[in-house]
């Protein structure tokens, strides 16, 4: 590890961290760093870390291209076993570590424990799946002929992905690409490189050989392109904007690699007129404003029958109005910062913007002070009446803000539901079984739930969106096989007697 004492504003003691290239930590080529500060309060350094560019890329590519020619042949208990080292080394420090994902991310402390507890339960998971069946066995045309399939890496991954779930999403990337052979080299989002860093370290320390796991920090445009574009990258897996994903699109079809994308969501929750009020109550506004509404299945349309709709509304806006808004570290806290002040102005901006629009606000939505100037903190908002074809019931605005559609009937829910081009999560709140069913036949999402949150997503079960969600790729789960491998058909005939 790189760690180059250097003073926060406070006077402590900060580090400095680098690359993990080829089974060393390193500094950046060009020796440029960059600092990490906390978006609950601006005043705290979090670190420095490397700010690398196109020569650490090419490094780091060129130590995993080396190390695939010996890992691609590593026996699959050899792979399970330090991935479940992994697992057990993370599981020690999952106070720690998640503590620091909630200094750097801004997310409870209580979700931060939480999303590192869940990286190590996919450790597990696929320490396991690296040891199922690969291959099948098929009857030939010929009695004597030898028939199989069989399930082989890709070779170099890219693995790109998102400050928002700092390291479950890292873990559910990288732990099915080791698993079944690929080496990979990582880029983490730029804001959130320490989390990234413990999440290597783990690894590192479980045993994982040199090239096999490769981490390069810095910004997108200096690390995350010339990753994408290098030749020897034969599959990227990017979790992050439409806007980036696109381009993304663009630069895997110039030359053919093999490309996974999770991209946004606009993910309703239906609740119909029969519904336990207050049960849905709970799920509606966890799904909205729990992780300050930064998840991509976060519950943004609250589509509500008419007939309840004013009731549902007032308990929205009392519920919401009463979230404790504070430093993520504090235990009553509810809801954190944003990720950095560049998004709090956003969602601030964007709930002026639907305020002028014409609709109607009933909380929140305003910079939070009482103490938190020097942090990324906006007031939970709530919107009545919310026009379905308008920018907030028809955009994602990737922050804590609900807004409440009316309806009615089911029929009208559905089309409200469906009228948008993302895909990802969606719910209903019923006690009638046929309703229910109709809705998860029905619905245009990948993930579909009935009586809970649009978040929510387990380890062993694929997760995905539609339409313009992802690549109509899945992700964890077996569905993670199918990515990180390719097929290979082998015909094996005796020799002539």
Not at 201 to 215: I, K, R
Not at 258 to 280: C, F, M, R, S, Y
Not at 429 to 440: I, S, V
């Amino acid at each position: 590890m790189v760690a180059t004492p250097t003073r926060a504003d406070s006077g402590q003691a900060v580090e400095t961290f680098g690359n993990y290239i080829g089974g060393e930590w390193r500094p950046a080529a060009g020796g440029e760093t960059s600092e990490n500060r906390s978006p609950a309060n601006w005043d705290e350094l979090i670190g420095v870390f490397a700010s690398s560019g196109a020569e650490d890329v090419d490094a780091a590519v060129a130590a995993a291209a080396e190390a695939y020619h010996t890992w691609r042949f590593s026996s699959p208990i050899t792979r399970a076993n330090i991935l479940h080292k992994a697992a057990n080394i993370l599981e020690g420090r999952i106070p720690e570590v998640g503590r620091e994902l909630t200094r750097e991310e801004g997310k409870t402390l209580k979700e931060g424990i939480g999303e590192t507890t869940r990286a190590v339960q996919i450790l597990r998971y696929f320490a396991g799946e690296a040891q199922q069946p690969s291959g099948e066995h098929y009857p030939s045309a010929n009695p004597l002929t030898l028939l199989y399939t069989t399930r082989e890496p890709l070779g170099v991954v890219g693995i790109v992905t998102p400050w928002n779930f700092p390291i479950a999403i890292p873990a559910w990337k990288i732990a099915p690409a080791l698993a079944f052979g690929n080496t990979v080299v990582f880029k983490p989002a730029s804001l959130t490189p320490l989390t990234a860093v413990r999440f290597v370290e783990a690894l590192a320390d479980a045993g994982l050989p040199p090239g096999v796991l490769n981490l390069v920090t810095g910004s997108a445009a200096n690390v995350g392109d010339p990753l994408v574009r290098d030749a020897r990258v034969t599959a990227i897996s990017f979790t992050g904007s439409n806007e980036t994903g696109a381009a993304l699109r663009k630069a895997a079809a110039e030359r053919g690699a093999k490309l996974q994308l999770e991209l946004g969501g606009k993910n309703p929750a239906i609740v119909l007129g029969d519904a336990d009020l207050d049960h849905a109550l709970g799920h509606v506004v966890s799904g909205a404003m729990m992780s300050t509404g930064q998840k991509c299945t976060a519950t943004s349309r609250a589509i509500i029958d008419r007939s309840i709709a004013d009731r549902f509304t007032e308990m929205l806006a009392e519920r919401i109005a009463g979230l404790k808004v504070g430093d993520p570290l504090e235990a009553e806290t509810q809801i954190g910062p944003l990720i950095d002040e560049r998004a709090a102005e956003r969602v601030a901006s964007e709930v002026e913007a639907a305020k002028q629009a014409g609709a109607e606000l009933l909380v929140g939505g305003g910079r939070v002070g009482n103490g938190l100037e020097r942090g990324a903190f906006v007031a939970p908002a709530l919107f009545a009446e919310v026009a379905p074809d308008s920018r907030l019931g028809q955009d994602e605005l990737f922050g804590p803000v609900l807004g409440v559609i009316p309806v009615d009937s089911m029929d009208e829910a559905m089309a409200v539901a469906n009228q948008v081009k993302f895909g990802l999560s969606a719910s209903i709140f019923t006690r009638d079984l046929g309703k229910a069913l109709a809705f998860a036949r029905e619905i245009e999402a990948g993930v579909v739930h009935v009586n809970s949150e649009t978040p929510g997503a387990e380890p062993h079960v694929p997760f995905g969106g539609m339409k313009g969600s992802s690549s109509y790729s899945r992700e964890q789960g077996k569905a993670a096989r199918e990515f990180f491998t390719q097929t290979k058909t082998v015909y094996i005939d005796p020799p002539p007697a």
